[in-house]
C-alpha cells in the first residue's frame, strides 16, 4: 500500500488519479504461505540458557530464523489490517493463512513428495474454513463470518471478472472516441473488433 500510494503521489502515469486516503478504492488479497503452529516452542527461562549456537539451531529447529519469519509476517498482517480498519475499509483487506502448520511442512528443507502431498491437503482444508481476521487489540485470528475462505474466493474472481469487463468496455468506447476525433478517419483496431 506505501509503495503504489508514493507512486500515485509522484503523479505515475501507470495508476488512476486518487484522492488521498480514498483507500476503499483498493481491495487487497494477502495469500500467506503458512507458518507452524502458533503454539509455545520455546521459554523465556530455556532461552535464556541458549548461547549464539543454541539461538541458530536447537532441537532441529531455528529459534532467531522462526522469530524473525513469524514476526515480520504477523506485523504486515497486523499493519494492514489496522490501516484498513482505521480508513473503515477493513472488508477490503483479506488476508488468507494458515498458522497452524505442523513443523514438517513449515521447513523449507522438507520438500518431499510426501510434504508436497501434504501441503497440498492443507491448502485444500484451508479452503473450506471460515474467514478470519486478525483482531488488533489481541493480534489473534478470529472467524468474522460463516462464510469459508472458497467462498469469498469466488465471489472476488467474480467482482475481479466485472471489473475487466467494465475495463474493456471504457477501452472500447475512448478507442471509439478517439477514432471519431482522429483526423485519419475511423480506424477499427485489434482491441475494437475483440471487445465487439
Not at 523449507?108 to 479452503?127: C, Y
Request: some cysteine.
Amino acid at each position: 500500500m506505501n509503495e503504489v500510494t508514493k507512486e500515485i503521489d509522484r503523479g505515475s502515469q501507470d495508476f488512476f488519479p486518487l484522492k488521498p486516503m480514498d483507500y476503499h478504492r483498493f481491495l487487497v488479497l494477502s495469500l500467506g504461505t503458512g507458518s507452524p503452529r502458533a503454539e509455545m516452542r520455546y521459554t523465556a527461562a530455556e532461552a535464556a540458557t541458549w548461547g549464539v549456537v543454541g539461538w541458530l539451531t536447537k532441537s532441529g529447529a531455528y529459534p532467531l530464523i522462526d522469530i524473525f519469519m513469524r514476526g515480520s509476517t504477523d506485523m504486515i498482517d497486523y499493519h494492514l489490517a489496522a490501516i484498513f480498519q482505521a480508513l473503515r475499509s477493513e472488508e477490503n483487506y483479506i488476508r488468507i493463512q494458515d498458522d497452524s502448520l505442523n513443523p514438517e511442512l513449515a521447513t523449507v528443507e522438507g520438500a518431499t513428495k510426501e510434504n508436497l502431498k501434504g501441503l497440498v491437503e492443507v491448502g485444500e482444508a484451508l479452503l473450506e474454513k471460515k474467514v478470519t481476521k486478525v483482531n488488533t487489540s489481541t493480534g489473534q485470528f478470529e472467524p468474522i463470518s460463516e462464510h469459508t475462505n472458497k467462498d469469498i474466493l469466488k465471489n472476488l474472481t467474480s467482482n475481479i471478472l466485472l471489473c475487466f469487463d467494465k475495463l474493456a468496455k471504457l477501452l472500447v468506447d475512448e478507442k471509439r472516441i478517439r477514432d471519431v476525433r482522429s483526423p485519419h478517419g475511423k480506424r477499427l483496431g485489434l482491441c475494437t473488433k475483440i471487445a465487439e
